[in-house]
C-alpha cells in the first residue's frame, strides 16, 4: 500500500469533457521524506516514516533537530508512518511526490475532523427531539436513559450530550480528477475531513485492491536533474515547473 502526507487546501470545482461540474477537494501532497524504515524482521512490521512540511528551526526542540540532522534531512513538522509491504524498496533520504499516483485511482483520505465543542444529542446523535406544542417540557433533551426496575443502571456507551469532533476520520474510495505534479496538488472528488491547511494523509484505497510500487526521487548530483527510479527499473527524468500551469479553479 502506498501512501503520503499532505494538507487540504480547500474545494472547487472542475469541469470534465462534456462540461459537467465535479466537486473536487484539492489536497497538496508531498514531497515527502523518508526518515526511517521498518522491517518485520526487526520491528515486527513493514512501515515506511515520512516527514512533510516545512518548521522553523526555533520552534523545533533540540532532540527534533538532531533526529533531521543526523539523517541529513531538513527539519520538517510531521512525521507519520505508513504501514505498506514494499517498505524495502525505499530507503532514508528518498523523496517520494505526488507521481504515485495517477488519475483515476481511487483513495482513502485521513483528517481530523472540525472540532464543534460541546453540543447536544440532536446536533450530535441525530436525536429526533420531543414535540413543540403548547406546555410541551420535551424539546431537544434525549429523554429517558434507563429503568429503575432493571436493570437499575445506565448502559455504558449510550449516546449522549458531549464533545463532537476532533477525531480521526477516513473517508474511503474518493477518486483522483486531476493531478497538477508540477505545483504537488491533487484533486479529489467529494469532501475530505478537517480544516484547511490541516494535516491529511492520502493512501491506496484499501478496499480496491490495487498495489503500485513506490517510485522515489534520490537526492541529485551536483548539475543534473533528479531520475525519478520505479521498482520496475524504469527511469526518467523528472519535468522542470513551468509557470504557465494552471490550477483547478482557472478552467
Not at 487546501?9 to 526511517?36: H, N, R, W, Y
Not at 523545533?60 to 512525521?79: I, P, T
Not at 420535551?138 to 436513559?145: D, E, H, K, N, T
Request: proline share 4%.
Amino acid at each position: 500500500m502506498l501512501g503520503l502526507l499532505g494538507k487540504k487546501i480547500g474545494m472547487t470545482q472542475i469541469f470534465d469533457d462534456k462540461g459537467t461540474s465535479i466537486p473536487v477537494t484539492v489536497l497538496e501532497v508531498g514531497p515527502c521524506m523518508v526518515t526511517a524504515v521498518r522491517a518485520k524482521n526487526r520491528e515486527g512490521y513493514s512501515a515506511v516514516q515520512l516527514a512533510f512540511g516545512e518548521k522553523k528551526v526555533k520552534r523545533a526542540r533540540k532532540s527534533e533537530q538532531e533526529y533531521f540532522k543526523k539523517l541529513n534531512v531538513e527539519l520538517s513538522r510531521y512525521l507519520r508512518e505508513i504501514r505498506t509491504e514494499k517498505a524495502e524498496q525505499l530507503k532514508v533520504g528518498d523523496e517520494v511526490r505526488v507521481d504515485n499516483f495517477e488519475v483515476g485511482d481511487y483513495v482513502d483520505v485521513i483528517g481530523t475532523s472540525i472540532g464543534k465543542g460541546f453540543q447536544g444529542v440532536v446536533k450530535r446523535h441525530g436525536f429526533k427531539g420531543g414535540g413543540k406544542s403548547h406546555g410541551s417540557m420535551f424539546g431537544r433533551v434525549p429523554g429517558s436513559i434507563g429503568q429503575s426496575s432493571f436493570p437499575k443502571r445506565v448502559f455504558k456507551g449510550l449516546k449522549a450530550a458531549g464533545h463532537m469532533g476532533d477525531e480521526r476520520v477516513t473517508v474511503q474510495n474518493l477518486k483522483i480528477a486531476k493531478i497538477d505534479a508540477a505545483n504537488n496538488l491533487i484533486a479529489v472528488r467529494g469532501a475530505v475531513p478537517g480544516v484547511e491547511d490541516g494535516l491529511v494523509i492520502i493512501r491506496e484505497a484499501l478496499k480496491r485492491g490495487k498495489r503500485n510500487d513506490w517510485k522515489v526521487v534520490p537526492k541529485p548530483a551536483a548539475g543534473k536533474n533528479p531520475v525519478v527510479e520505479s521498482s520496475a527499473g524504469k527511469k526518467e527524468e523528472t519535468p522542470k515547473a513551468s509557470s504557465d500551469v494552471t490550477t483547478e479553479g482557472k478552467e
